[in-house]
Each structure stands twice: as C-alpha cells, then as structure tokens.
C-alpha cells in the first residue's frame, strides 16, 4: 500500500477527493432546469482568497458570461477581508473563470444555440486547495414547472412518511 500523507485511500488504491465546499447556490436550482455541470477555476486575489477560507460569499444572483473567447463570473459577492483593508477590491466585480478553450467554444455554442443560461452552483477547495466554481447550463423554469417540481416533491415526502410508519424504508432520494 502506498504511504499516506494527509489524503486517505480506499482498499482499490484510488484517491478519495475532499472538497471543502464555501457556498451552494440553492436557489439556481429552484430557478433553472440543469441540464450538464461544468467545473472552471476562478482568477482571484488574495484577500479574497482569504475570504472564500472563512466562508463569506454568495451566489445569489451570480451568472456566468462568454465574451471575447473569455469566460466571466459577473455579481458572485466576496465580503472584504477585513486585515487586508487596502487591497480589497469591489466585492462584486467580475472574475475571469479559467477553462481550456475547447471547453469556451462548446458552451459558447450551447448557449447561443438553445438559448441557455451558465449558472454558478456551488463554490468549493478541491484537494489541492485551490478554488473551484461548479457551472451548470440551465434552462428558465416557467412558474407552473415549479409548482409541478414542488407538488413531486411533496407527494415523495408523504410517501416517505407512510412508508417510514409502516416501518419499511421508502425509495432513496434523488436531487
């Protein structure tokens, strides 16, 4: 077995990746149909670094933007980092997302042909410690899709609760 130095192994010898996840954008998932998850690294600064560690930032309303062959992250808030006071940048400017340029042109044809949305999902530390942002193209939900996912959604809970009443174990949960 080969020597472990802070990442664990399973018994096949491959890498169990840990993820620190930062933030989830729920609401995207409320709002859009997700179609396909992209994963892109995020050009940040250091305090913001330092501010993504402690947790403060959102991605409430935060969209992904493909211009000039370049991916950008636009109104993705990062609080400011209140020991670094002079290099703080605005909280809600745009950061470039670095994704190979095969990766560009697929989305960007995806999205100017079906007319769909990049949306950021979650944020997180992969295990090399550097920051991650998950996109997902996504389709608008119309309202009456939504009333439609949430009515699923409590129909599968009431025959989770009957199920768990009557002692068996209902069907496994999928997102």
Known sequence: MPEVHGTWYNLGYERIIEMKRIAENRKARHDYTLLEKVEAGVALLGPEVKSLR???VNLRDSFARLERGQAILCNM???PYDPASRENADPRRARRLLLHRREIRRLT??????GLALVPTR???NDKGVAKVELAL???KRSYDRRQTLKRRESEREVARAMKASGRRGP???E
């Open 54 to 56: 402690a947790g403060q």
């Open 77 to 79: 808030h990062i609080a």
């Open 123 to 125: 944020i997180y530390f």
């Open 138 to 140: 996504a389709s608008g």
């Open 172 to 174: 496994e949960r999928r």
């Open 109 to 114: 044809g995806k999205v100017a042909e079906r």
